[in-house]
Every structure is written in structure tokens, then in C-alpha cells.
């Protein structure tokens, strides 16, 4: 099929990529000039593992292509999809001007009927909006579907190609018939292509990643327990996720969500209830809990220095979000850095991806380190917040040699308690007895 994918960042790219390695041909449209140029040099954007190879190859094969001029392509494809940018307005609420906008431009480009695919996160009731943005220029057949995306940063490719499930928000029968063959290669093994209706496929995003907010704000509320009581939260872990109603993932304690999603979806959806006069009061909660959590660290580390940070250099393993993605949107680390400066203390940070992205961001604030134990040189303590597997098992013998004193303040709880307390280090983590 020929598709266009117009938003070529962490999810237009992976989809235009993986639709093309499907056999389809592909054109991925951008505003962004140099972007655009980069992309057509064969020069990846974004660190996804496994993305490069298949990009590479589909743009060798002629399948996947870029432009900037979205006019140029309209005419050529059957499905647009929209994978563009829906950050939270001054209220909160996802700004859909991008995403409008572009309907506005399509509405003056169609002169055929085409699917128009939102796979952005959006708002209930947007297809009804893209629909009528459409229809103010172009008075042919199209359909507008809503096919919200599930793909974890990190392992983007294997989500988009081996999907849990896909959600297809449509009442259109002649959509719902293109939409299951472009996505028939991606559910072979099984997992089912979810047709229903749009507003529920729209709400559908929404629930999922509140929900697995919802699930992390909790086991950080039972790691403060935890704390509180001489409890360890990874017992409890273990003790209510070998339950199968409640399952093992995402049951982690640590410093926080962050990411371009769980933030901007909750709040979002906050805003979208309110807006019809619903107190969402379980995610007020989930938000509120995630914004302090985020600073928990600190506190304990103030706590441990006596509220007195001036002065104080820290080691810092970690800026991205999470690991594997080099996108620190919403990264819980840049809150703990803000905090820390605030504080009077300086930082070396360490990211194996993440550095250019915080580098555009806050420039020479804090000190970068080449590698993780460069980070450490002359610090007064080592300080993680994303958990990397290159951190996982350290050469402790060599961090205590290059800290200035054996202090561990880990927000992702990668160590052994007492594995690091017999080694002679003080190690402060989250939710479990010191
Ligand atoms: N990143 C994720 O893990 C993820 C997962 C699922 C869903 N989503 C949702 O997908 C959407 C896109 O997210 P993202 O992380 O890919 O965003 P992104 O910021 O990485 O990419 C968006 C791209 O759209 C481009 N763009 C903006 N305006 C444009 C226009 N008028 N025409 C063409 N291109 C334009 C930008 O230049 C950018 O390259 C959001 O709604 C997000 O909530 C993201």
C-alpha cells in the first residue's frame, strides 16, 4: 500500500519504518527542514535499538522516503497517517494545533478519497474535529480513523511490529477493510485488531497509559510506606505481583514517571474531564504523587548532608527518562539536577545517549562526563536516575575509589542492600530499610 506519515518523530518514524519493512511504500513528511534532510542523508534522528538497520534498508529498497512537502505526496497515497505533536497547553489540556492544522492543509490538498489516520495521542472527539477541519475545503469521500499507538520508547520497533494488540477507532467499513491489510502482517501470531468506535478508541490511549501511571504512583506511595514502616518494597513487589490479577510490570518504586507520555496523557486527561465537569479524582492523585516523588531523592539526599548542599559535587548516572531512548522529555533526572543547583551543588552527569539532548537543554549548568566512571572523579556521591543495564552490575571497587567518600544515592533501585552495605558503602535507595 502507499502510505504517508506526516510527524516524523519517536512514533512517525518507527511507524513509516516499520510499514515500509511490511513492503509498503512509504513517505515520511516533516516540517522540519533539517530533520528532513538528515533523514534523506540515511542519518537517524532518534536512538531506538533496532530502528537504524531496518531505516537504513527500506530507504535502500526505495520504500521509505522523506520530504518536507506534504502538497507533493497527497495525491500519491492511500492512507495518511498523523503522528504529530500534542503537548499540553498553558491548561493542561493536549493542544491540538498541530494536529488540526494539518487536517486544515489536507482539507485544501485532497482531491480523492484517503483514510486520514490519527495516530497521535488525542483528545475524545478529535476525529470529529480532523472530520470537520477536512470538510471546510474538501467536499469528497474520506474517512477519518483513530488508531492510537502503543509503543514503548526503548523497544519501539519490537512493539510496533509484534503489537499486545491493535486499537482501530472507525464505524467506516471501506476504512476498517484498509486498515486491517496494512496492519494484517504486524497480528499473524494472533493478537487481535480491535475495531470499535472512535471515541472510544481515542479514550482507549488514554485510559492505558493512566492506568499504568495509576500503577506506578501507587507502588511509590507503598515505597513511602515502606520507608515509614521498616518495610521493603521490593518484598511487596514480589509478594502482589506473583498475583496474577495485578501482574508483575510496572510495579517498580523509583523517582517517578516521566517521558513525552505519562505526564502530558494524565494531565491531559484531567483536563478532558473536567471540561465536562467530572472530578477525575484517582488521577489528580497519580499526578500530585509523581510530582513529589520526583524530588524524593533529594530529600534524601538533603537529609543525609543536613540540609546543607552547598558545595556539595555530585556524580549523576543517568538523564534519560528511561533507558534505552536518548528522549529526556519530562526526565525525572532534570528535576533532580534543578533541585540540586537550587541547592548550591554542582553535578558531572553520565548518559549513554541522553547527553546532546540535555546538553541542547541546559548547556554547561552541570559538567558531562565521556563514561560512567569519568562521572565519578572528586563527586561526594554517586547519584542514579535511569536505570541503563550498564549500571546494573558497576566495578564497585573502582567507584569507591574515584568518589570522594562510598555514598550511593539510587533512585531505581539496581543494588543489594546489603550487598553494598558489606562492601562498606552508604547506600540509600527507595522504599527499603537501610
Ligand atoms: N513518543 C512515544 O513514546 C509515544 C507513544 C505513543 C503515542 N505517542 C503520541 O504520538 C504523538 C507524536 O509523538 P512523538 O513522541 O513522535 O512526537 P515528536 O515530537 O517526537 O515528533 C513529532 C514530529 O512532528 C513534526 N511536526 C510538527 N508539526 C508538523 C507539521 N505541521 N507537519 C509535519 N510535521 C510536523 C515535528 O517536527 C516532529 O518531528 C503524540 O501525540 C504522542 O503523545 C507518543
Redesign the pocket.
Known sequence: MRVAV???????LVTGTCFAETGNKVVC????EA?VAKLAAGQITIYEPGLEKLFLRNIKEERLRFTSD?ASVVDDVEIIFL????PPGADGAADLQ?VL??ANQLGKLLTSYKVIVN????PVGTADKVRAAIDQNYRGEFDVVSN??????GV?VDDFMKPDRVVIGTSSERAKKIMSELYAPFVRQGNPILFMDERSSELT?YAANSFLAMKISFMNEIAQLCERMGADVDMVRRGIGSDERIGKRFLFSGIGYG???FP??VQALIKSADAISYDFQILKAVEKVNTNQKLHLVEKIKEHYRGDLKGKHFALWGLAFKPNTD?IREAPALVIIESLLSEGATITAYDPEAISAVQAQIGIKINYAKNQYQALKGADALLIATEWSEFRTPDFERIGVLLKSKVIFDGRNLFEVLKLQSIGYKYISIGRPQ
Open positions: 506526516v510527524g516524523t518523530g519517536y512514533v512517525g513528511v516533516d516540517i522540519d530533520k506534504l503522528a504529530l505533536p500534542t498541530f492544522g494539518v495516530k497521535s495521542t488525542v492510537p499507538e502503543f509503543l514503548r520508547e519501539a490511549k517521558g513525552s507520555c502530558k496523557d528522549d
